[in-house]
Structure formats: structure tokens, C-alpha cells
T-cell receptor, first 117, second 108 residues
Framework: DAGVTQSPTHLIKTRGQHVTLRCSPISGHKSVSWYQQVLGQGPQFIFQYYEKEERGRGNFPDRFSARQFPNYSSELNVNALLLGDSALYLC????????????????FGPGTRLTVL | TQLLEQSPQFLSIQEGENLTVYCNSSSVFSSLQWYRQEPGEGPVLLVTVVTGGEVKKLKRLTFQFGDARKDSSLHITAAQPGDTGLYLCAGGNNDMRFGAGTRLTVKP
């Protein structure tokens, strides 16, 4: 089985532009989470989706939005890009969502490296 | 703000040495996970610890979850160059919070 796939692998944008990042989860996984990893830091939680509904949101501005499709793939959209949005954007999939009962195992994709000039 | 503090931030050792890295928090977590990340790749799960005081071994890696479920440690015995990477801990409650990681370099 294929792992989590993300596209594109690299992307260069300029300030003020919009970007869409895509993620395909492992077959059978219904939950997708998005993370932003700035150089030298650990991943920061952005969104979690389960069964096409938003189940969690991190401390990110409204310029960040996401959605999950019926086939459980997901898109992350970022509007009005800032230089500080330059980062590795990671997608992780799991069968169940992360919950207080303990997280289901998350599998990460290779990420999309976004550079904002 | 990182809820999980990892130390040391950087560690460079010779092949064959032992090492321990730490993950500390003021919060109680229902579970804690350790990941290893290599450049240009996503994190790969090494282990999940759930029970306070739990010890798990994965070949030369030993993971321990603190009794109060606020801290964890990773001990590597006889480190090898292939162990080089960024070691991340993450705490799971309603979402996954990551530490900043320990960047380990093992020199041959």
C-alpha cells in the first residue's frame, strides 16, 4: 500500500499570493491532520479532519483553511502569504482521529516545502 | 508555544557511545509518542507510551514514560551513524503537540 502522499513537493510563491497543498491519506484512513514545521522547530498542529468534518484547529490565523473530500483526501489553503509562512507543511493520516482516549497512530507524508519570497 | 520541552537541543557523539534525551512538560498527557525525522522527510513513529512508568524497548532504544505522565526519556545504547536524525516527542490529548526536537549526530 502507498503511504501518505503530498503534492507538490516544493513550491515557491511571493508575498500576498495564495497556495493550495494536497494530501492523500493511506487507504482506509479517515482522519487527516495538517502541521506546519518551521526550520529548527517541531511540527505545529494546524487542523484535523475526520469524516470530512473539522475536529480540531490550532492557533493559526483565518488565512489558513482546509477541507476534506469524500475520498478522505484533503487540501490546505493559505491566503495572503507572508514570509513567515515559509515552512515544511506536513500531512498525517490515521484511521481514527486523535482523541482524549489516546491517539491513533499517525503516519506522516514527506511534506511540501513552501518558500515565500 | 511549545508545551513539550526537549533537551538537549543538539547532541553530537561518537559511534558506540550511549545517550539519553529528555521530553518534559507541565501538562499530563494521555499518551506520548516519539518520532524520528530525517531531512526532507516526515516524522516516523518509533513508539507510543500510554501508562505512567511504562518502559518500552526497540532494539537499542529504550523509552520511558514518567510516573505522572508528564515526561519521557529516550535512551540509545551503542549509537550508530544510522541513528542520526531529529528526535521528536509528541503528546496526545485532543490534538498532537510536538516538542522542538533533539538533533542527534552520530559520528563514525
Amino acid at each position: 500500500d502507498a503511504g501518505v502522499t503530498q503534492s507538490p513537493t516544493h513550491l515557491i510563491k511571493t508575498r500576498g499570493q495564495h497556495v493550495t497543498l494536497r494530501c492523500s491519506p493511506i487507504s482506509g484512513h479517515k482522519s487527516v491532520s495538517w502541521y506546519q514545521q518551521v526550520l529548527g522547530q517541531g511540527p505545529q498542529f494546524i487542523f484535523q479532519y475526520y469524516e470530512k468534518e473539522e475536529r480540531g484547529r490550532g492557533n493559526f490565523p483565518d488565512r489558513f483553511s482546509a477541507r476534506q473530500f469524500p475520498n478522505y483526501s484533503s487540501e490546505l489553503n493559505v491566503n495572503a502569504l507572508l514570509l513567515g509562512d515559509s515552512a515544511l507543511y506536513l500531512c498525517a493520516s490515521s484511521f481514527l482521529p486523535v482523541s482524549r482516549g489516546g491517539p491513533d497512530t499517525q503516519y506522516f507524508g514527506p511534506g511540501t516545502r513552501l518558500t515565500v519570497l | 508555544t511549545q508545551l513539550l520541552e526537549q533537551s538537549p537541543q543538539f547532541l553530537s557523539i561518537q559511534e558506540g557511545e550511549n545517550l539519553t534525551v529528555y521530553c518534559n512538560s507541565s501538562s499530563v498527557f494521555s499518551s506520548l509518542q516519539w518520532y524520528r525525522q530525517e531531512p526532507g522527510e516526515g516524522p516516523v513513529l518509533l513508539v507510543t507510551v500510554v501508562t505512567g512508568g511504562e518502559v518500552k524497548k526497540l532494539k537499542r532504544l529504550t523509552f520511558q514514560f514518567g510516573d505522572a505522565r508528564k515526561d519521557s526519556s529516550l535512551h540509545i545504547t551503542a549509537a550508530q551513524p544510522g541513528d542520526t536524525g531529529l528526535y521528536l516527542c509528541a503528546g496526545g490529548n485532543n490534538d498532537m503537540r510536538f516538542g522542538a526536537g533533539t538533533r542527534l549526530t552520530v559520528k563514525p
